[in-house]
């Protein structure tokens, strides 16, 4: 009996992390059932450096991802010519898809080679470990272009950050006096910390304020003292009216700005000469309640803290409103304070600072923070461009299901000359797979998760399995490390010497690690899998995949010395980092790697003159073209569709198995009672939902806190599950067969799911 089944049959309770949003809260799990693999209970760590024993009920029910109906693929899997499906052994799986990967290289050309092999994915939530050794096996064919959910979501803020700080920000709610949620319910969709505690201490507070612009009366919009019901699609006049006001009311913090910013005289004229009225009515906001706002957020004295989220950053206007946000703050001098804006250390910055490192084959798209916008990627690969993609390796992320318009992504997938993929379960896009590459759950491995933006003290959690993997699935590290070597990417010569090294002590591999890539360039850029290969036996507890985060603690004790420090972390040359390596491995409940001081966001800038800089020109000039923008909607599509809300029983779609969900099984349409009565619809009535990309039939909610024209369908919906006897079963509607990749912004490329033109249509008779 190893230790792991040792463990799972005992009652303790074993540390760990929710895996269904950023904020990966620790839980502990007290494993059961006749096989000791079920999760019998689950309940908040407090050991937990961050979390401290906060937990929402999603991750209460998470024996549903370890052990619920989801289509588990046991064994490597190969296509037939007649679509079906094959198993074949591990061996046989990498040998073939190395010489595939070849010969697509090959079929492109040398001037294209591996930049024709394109990679998505990396991760979800809780799982990043295996992107670092993805981008490893992408390096090894020599391919460039890669994206994953961030690129439709976060780089249009990406972008502004790096335009205008050079540096990634975050909020510090728990101390704000204000709270600004833009397009965000954080009361269901978490993603700071302790969300509902937090919003209710502010609620319940007199001398504190919450600010929510929502265009439905979300739960944290009920417990708001301002809620901004903007119209959908219309934030931009309702931002730019704000700051408006913010400018002509004299409002601004001149003195602070004058000391910390630059360029700022442009954009304060522009504001100045904003029709505050009139983009109040264009936005459906009264005009004293967006005054009031505003004054509120202007004469906070004890921070003001600000979050946008997927209700904008997947709307119209997305990357100037994401500018107008931070306007918000910037104007009213509310960073690097309590309570206020910072800038966040990192172990692994998983934004690339928001640079634009060249621009996509085909379309010619900006590569924000290094990936291809999700909406264009269709596009990258129905054509015959020389340089188009021909082959996808997909890594722990279902792109047909999660992208706009499935049926066209569908499409490019079954054009392409291979496609891989690496899952848990059998997916939509594993569906259309050339071969599928079985992977250990996220509980049955070492995993780790990057979205690590807690301050002042930030936290990382390197988490240990749970269980066993059955036999047959193997961790994404150890997929991505056979792979790289059948490639002859790396060799056992280039490994040998510094698996000896390691064998004496880590200061010994150290020396050895650097001066190996330092003589061969190639080698670093597998450092990786060279550090999984080597240094990796060596950790314990079989925790190799956690070798590729020795150089992310070495690299983060360099660049943040002092915060390093004073999170305990001391010593000359390499001694801080491997002290933060070593503390890492040996926390089970996660460990603070930084402790910071308020002023060290301001040392995180990477501006050159080191201050905010105000006015970005394309977003200036876009502000000034709201003016003349057409207001009225398309009559043949009366009604907006927000295409993925979050409710309790959502998650993001490694959620598979149906029954999870105790409410709303089917995921019913949010219509307003007003447009319900129009139209004759009723509570649980059938109706036809329509887009100029698709329809399907769905289930009615009416309810009171959506405005009329306002339609809102939930995310994590449409996906197969096997059905008691095996066949496959889809429950609910996929919001992406209504969406519309060509709908997107400008600028970072990002989709306009929460602004889905539609139709709505009464059926007779129960769904």
Not at 87 to 113: C, K, N
Not at 234 to 243: I, S
Request: net charge negative; proline share 6%.
């Amino acid at each position: 009996m190893t230790a792991l089944q040792e463990v799972s049959t005992t009652a303790e309770w074993h540390p760990t992390a929710c895996i269904l949003c950023e904020c990966n809260c620790g839980i502990e799990v007290r494993l059961g059932g006749e096989d000791g693999r079920r999760f019998e209970r689950i309940r908040g760590d407090k050991a937990h450096p961050a979390s401290k024993g906060y937990t929402c009920e999603k991750a209460l029910r998470l024996d549903h991802y370890q052990n619920g109906r989801s289509g588990r693929i046991l064994n490597p899997l190969r296509r037939r010519p007649d679509g079906t499906f094959e198993e074949i052994d591990w061996d046989t799986a990498i040998a073939e898809v190395a010489a595939r990967l070849r010969a697509v290289q090959e079929a492109a050309g040398p001037e294209v080679g591996g930049k024709s092999i394109f990679y998505y994915g990396g991760g979800g939530q809780g799982n990043h470990l295996g992107g670092g050794y993805g981008n490893a096996l992408l390096r090894a064919v020599g391919g460039r272009f890669r994206s994953s959910a961030l690129a439709q979501e976060k780089t249009g803020e990406f972008w502004v950050n790096h335009q205008m700080l050079g540096a990634m920000v975050r909020a510090d709610f728990e101390h704000a006096e204000v709270a600004v949620f833009v397009g965000k319910n954080p009361w269901q969709s978490h993603s700071i910390p302790h969300a509902r505690t937090t919003l209710k201490e502010i609620a319940r507070d007199p001398g504190r304020s919450l600010v929510v612009i929502d265009p439905r009366r979300t739960e944290t919009a009920e417990l708001a003292d301002f809620h901004l019901q903007v119209r959908p699609g219309t934030d931009a006049w309702l931002l730019t009216a704000m700051a408006g006001v913010i400018v002509q009311e004299h409002l601004v913090a001149h003195q602070w700005l004058a000391e910390h910013a630059a360029d700022v005289e442009e954009t304060l004229e522009a504001l100045a000469a904003v029709p505050v009225a009139e983009y109040c009515a264009r936005s459906g906001v009264a005009e004293e309640l967006v005054r009031a706002a505003a004054r509120r957020i202007a004469g906070a004295t004890g921070g003001v803290a600000v979050f946008e989220d997927l209700g904008v950053q997947m709307n119209r206007h997305s990357t100037l409103v994401s500018w107008l946000e931070k306007l918000l703050w910037v104007l009213t001098g509310n960073f690097g304070k309590p309570g206020a804006v910072y800038s966040p250390s990192s172990l692994v910055d998983i934004t690339a600072g928001g640079k634009v490192r060249g621009t996509t084959p085909v379309v010619g798209m900006p590569l924000i923070s290094g990936l291809v916008p999700c909406n264009v990627i269709a596009e990258e690969i129905l054509t015959d461009h020389p340089a188009r993609y021909r082959a996808m390796i997909v890594e722990s992320t279902n792109p047909a299901h999660s992208l706009a318009d499935s049926k066209r992504f569908r499409e490019a997938l079954e054009s392409l000359d291979l496609v891989v993929v690496i899952d848990v379960a059998m997916t939509e896009t594993a569906r259309l797979a050339h071969y599928v590459l079985p992977a250990s759950t996220q509980y049955e491995k070492w995993e780790a998760t990057f979205f690590n933006f807690e301050f002042p003290r930030n936290v990382f959690h390197l988490r240990k399995p749970l269980l066993e993997a059955p036999e047959g699935p193997l961790p994404e590290p150890e997929i991505h490390a056979r792979l790289v070597e059948a490639l002859g990417a790396v060799t056992e010569e280039d490994l040998a010497p510094l698996r000896e090294a390691a064998t004496h002590s880590r200061a010994a591999f150290a020396m050895a690690f650097f001066a190996a890539v330092g003589a061969n360039p190639k080698l670093g850029a597998m450092a990786p899998v060279v550090l999984y290969r080597t240094l990796g036996p060596t950790l314990p507890d079989g925790a190799a995949a956690a070798a590729v985060l020795w150089g992310a603690a070495h690299k983060c004790a360099q660049a943040q010395p002092e915060s390093v420090r004073r999170a305990g972390f001391t010593g000359e040359g390499l001694e801080a980092g491997e002290q933060l390596f070593e503390a890492i491995l040996s926390s089970p409940s996660g460990v603070v790697i930084t402790d910071d001081e308020y002023d060290e966001s301001w040392r995180r800038l990477k501006t050159a003159d080191g201050r905010i800089h105000v006015t970005i020109p394309e977003l200036l000039q876009e502000l000034q073209s709201l003016a003349t923008e057409p207001a009225a909607p398309d009559p043949d599509w009366p009604f907006v569709l927000s295409a993925g809300e979050r409710r309790s029983f959502t998650a993001n779609t490694i959620m598979r198995d149906p029954t999870w969900r105790k409410r709303d099984p089917a995921g019913a349409l949010r219509v307003s009672p007003g447009d319900a009565g129009r139209l004759g619809l009723s509570n649980g009535g059938r109706a036809r939902l329509s887009t100029r990309k698709g329809g399907g039939e769905v289930t009615v909610e009416i309810d009171d806190r959506m405005q009329d024209g306002h339609l809102a369908l939930p995310n994590g919906l449409g996906l197969f599950s096997p059905s008691d006897n095996g066949d496959p079963l889809v429950t609910g509607l996929a919001p992406n067969e209504l969406t519309d990749a060509a709908a997107r912004d400008p600028f970072a490329g990002t989709p306009w799911h929460k602004h889905v033109p539609a139709c709505l249509t009464p059926i007779d008779g129960p769904l």
